[in-house]
Structures are given as structure tokens and as C-alpha cells.
């Protein structure tokens, strides 16, 4: 800690959105010319730990989710079942999934490249039955993330689990999927 209340990581997440609203200010409303120079405070990097939802949190959130966003719903407890990215749970598509011997459901996660990896590694997730209800129930519907409606799923929507509705599938950097 720097003598104050927060962490350094607190402070450079404050510092993060502040830089932002620089930028934004600057870039898309012009109301600045120049940008200050932002220093981050150095972080001990090993302390950084990922939280992890307890099953009552899970509840919750997807309690919320149900009633706001029905499509993020399954994105959620996907992600929770199989410890996957975002993205990867974005990517995934019905033929990843074996759900043909009871007790031994699985996914097939295709891991995203990163800076340090460029080739993507597959990982065999087993599927606990709540996560394979899910894949089954979404099978049968599509949610429109834009009106929150179910549809029953055509067979052009039957590749990508979270797909538009021409079947083709979001782009996790561009398209709006995640917020409740």
C-alpha cells in the first residue's frame, strides 16, 4: 500500500477509467487537445488472485440475469460448468459437445491464443448435469439478445450455441453479449 486506504491495484483501476474519459474526451468529443501522462503504481503482480463465485453468488447472479438478460443466462453458467474465457464460451458450438453416454458428458474447449501461445490447445471438460440440461434446452431455443424474446432455433442457428439470428456468430470484441 502507498500510505492510503486503497491498494495499488484499486488506484490503477481508478486510474484505468479516468485515462478513458480522457481519451474519450479527447478522440470522440474533441474537448481536449492533450492527454496527461498517467503513471500506474507499480503492483506485486503474485498477489493478484481470481475471485471465485461461491454457488450462492452463481444463484444470484444467474437469478438476475433471468429476468434481464435470458441469453446471458446460459453464456453464465456455461462459463461457470467449464472454467472457459468469454470468448471461448462465444466459440462454442454444438458439435464441441458429447452428450451421448449419460454420466460422461463433455466439451471440447478450444483454448484462445495468447501473446506467449499462438496455436490454441483443446482441453476435454467434463459437464456436470446442470450445464448439460443447459446445452439441451438451448439446443431447442435461441434468445434474441437485442429483444430478450425466446425462439425456437431453426436449423441455421444450430451451429454456434450463442449465434445471431442468421446463425452466424458474435464477435466478442464488437458485439454486445455480456451485459445484464
Known sequence: ????????????????????ILNVAKKKYKFIKDIPDIEMLKTDKRSIHKKILMPDQLRRLLDVAEKRAPHVRSQLILGAATGARRGEVMRLKFCDFNLSIPGNEYVIIVSEPDRKRKTRRENRVELPGW????????????????????????????????????????????????VL
Do not use: M
Open 131 to 178: 450445464a448439460v440440461e443447459e446445452v439441451r434446452y438451448l439446443w431447442q431455443w435461441w434468445h434474441d439478445p437485442l429483444t430478450g424474446k425466446r425462439y425456437e432455433r431453426n436449423e441455421g442457428q444450430r451451429g454456434y450455441l450463442f449465434c445471431k439470428k442468421d446463425g452466424s456468430p458474435f464477435r466478442v470484441d464488437a458485439d454486445t453479449v455480456f
Open 1 to 20: 500500500k502507498t500510505g492510503s486506504l486503497l491498494s495499488p491495484a484499486s488506484i490503477n483501476l481508478e486510474l484505468r477509467i479516468l485515462k478513458h
